[in-house]
């Protein structure tokens, strides 16, 4: 896909979502796409690899987040993968302090090369688990908002994001269609945990009919100390 189509699509879907993006983070943007494909080749970071495909799917889809995002808010994203949502949310808005984690090198070797050569600041990777870094005083309780996209049921979500969030932060989790019975399963979790959910917004990606979900949990009170437990265990026995 040639730039100037690429920047008309990006830009058209953005304004959907009432988001203005500037030529320079358009660039961005283009560069990233290619780094995502050119490395894929290598390593496995996404099935999605048609250029438009990755404009919604991955740049519009992670974009979704942003007007819930302050300026200068604190983010760690949570498994990132292949750097979304946070690397669409540190080119959308500048300013804000972001944290991306994963437990697989590779994905952050990648993500590095994409830091370096869109250069970004303010920008960083941790590689490992959320419930060992959950645990951790330099992390645990240290962000306004953690996010994450597609990565464990929200019962098991909550145990990974809460423990990393002030109290008056938040978690905003990403998620597809059909969502009625996670939520009814996470409501014990996620008030255990020191949450409660706020709201969730529904709404169709950009010119489709792929419905995702915005579940916003607000952190009320400090999580306990017993929180996150061990590695593996909130997969295999949720609160």
Known sequence: MEKEEFAKELKKEAEILKINLTNEQVDKFFHFMDILIEWNEKINLTAITEPNEIIKKHFIDSLTILPYINENNKVIDIGTGAGFPGIPIKIANSNSE??????????????????????????????????????????????????????????????????????????????????????????????????????????????????????????????????????????????
């Open 98 to 239: 972001i944290t991306l984690l994963d437990s697989l090198n590779k994905r952050l070797i990648f993500i590095e090369e994409v830091i370096k050569v869109l250069e970004l600041k303010n920008i960083g990777t941790i590689h490992g688990r959320a419930e060992d870094f959950g645990k951790d005083k330099k992390y645990r309780e240290q962000y306004d908002i953690a996010t994450s996209r597609a990565v464990a049921p929200l019962n098991v979500l909550s145990e990974y994001l809460l423990p990393f969030v002030k109290v008056g932060g938040c978690c905003l989790c990403m998620k597809g269609s059909n969502i009625e019975e996670e939520i009814s399963q996470s409501k014990k979790s996620i008030e255990i945990l020191g949450g409660k959910i706020e709201k969730v917004d529904k709404f169709y990606l950009p010119e489709s009919d792929i419905i995702r979900n915005i579940i916003i949990i607000k952190k009320l009170k400090n999580t306990p100390n017993q929180y996150p437990r061990k590695a593996g265990v909130p997969s295999k026995n949720p609160i």
